[in-house]
């Protein structure tokens, strides 16, 4: 695709199974598609991703969240191609997947497509009575030590899909980053 313009912006959304990719892009659609104050609802049901999800948000420009599922890492690479941005998804009630969920994050940081690519960590499920704080997280993924050998931009946010805390701010940070991607 080189040269190539896209009309359509796509954000890669990736991670672990079981963190709630899922959900997540089910609820950012649903807030991206209100006008107004978003009153979520009951999170609908969800399975484990077998493959790929694609759901399209109105930022208010259209961009496609590709969602791989977690049991993908090994041929995610031949998706990093098309994307313009990439949410990274970690379960941060799930102290055993940190470690393969870091060294998943490191080789799409070392993707030399990625270069880059703004991504945008997401420490999900704080909702649960169990999970471990950002503070935590940062400091199990030595945050500080990977965002500064990073070529690309990152952030990290705190998110529940199931009751909406954080999504707005995904939200925020999606139209910032390709709200005029060409």
């Known amino acids: 695709m080189a040269g190539a313009a896209r009309e359509v912006p796509t954000c890669l ?6 963190g709630g990719k899922s959900l997540l892009a089910r609820r950012l659609r649903q ?3 209100q006008e107004g ?20 948000l109105q930022l208010p420009r259209r961009v496609t969240v590709r969602e791989l599922g977690g049991c993908m890492g090994p041929i995610w690479p031949s998706y990093y191609g098309e994307c313009s941005a990439l949410l ?20 799409i ?20 009575p169990c999970y471990m704080s950002l503070t935590e997280m940062k400091s199990l993924f030595r945050m500080q030590d990977i965002v500064s050998c990073a070529t ?10 199931r009751d909406g805390i954080g999504l707005a701010d995904v939200l925020q940070w999606l139209r910032a980053t390709l709200g005029d991607a060409r």
């Open 37 to 56: 104050p978003a009153e979520l609802g009951k999170p609908p049901a969800t399975l484990p991703t077998v493959g790929t999800n694609l759901t399209d």
């Open 152 to 161: 690309q931009p990152i952030m990290m946010l705190e998110t529940s899909a």
């Open 88 to 107: 990274f998804v970690v379960d941060a009630t799930n102290p055993t997947q940190v470690s393969s969920s870091c060294i998943h994050l490191l080789s």
């Open 109 to 128: 940081l070392s993707a030399e497509s990625l270069a880059a690519v703004p991504m945008l960590v997401l420490f999900n499920k704080i909702d649960m």
């Open 31 to 33: 807030l991206s598609a």
């Open 13 to 18: 959304l990736l991670g672990a199974a079981g």
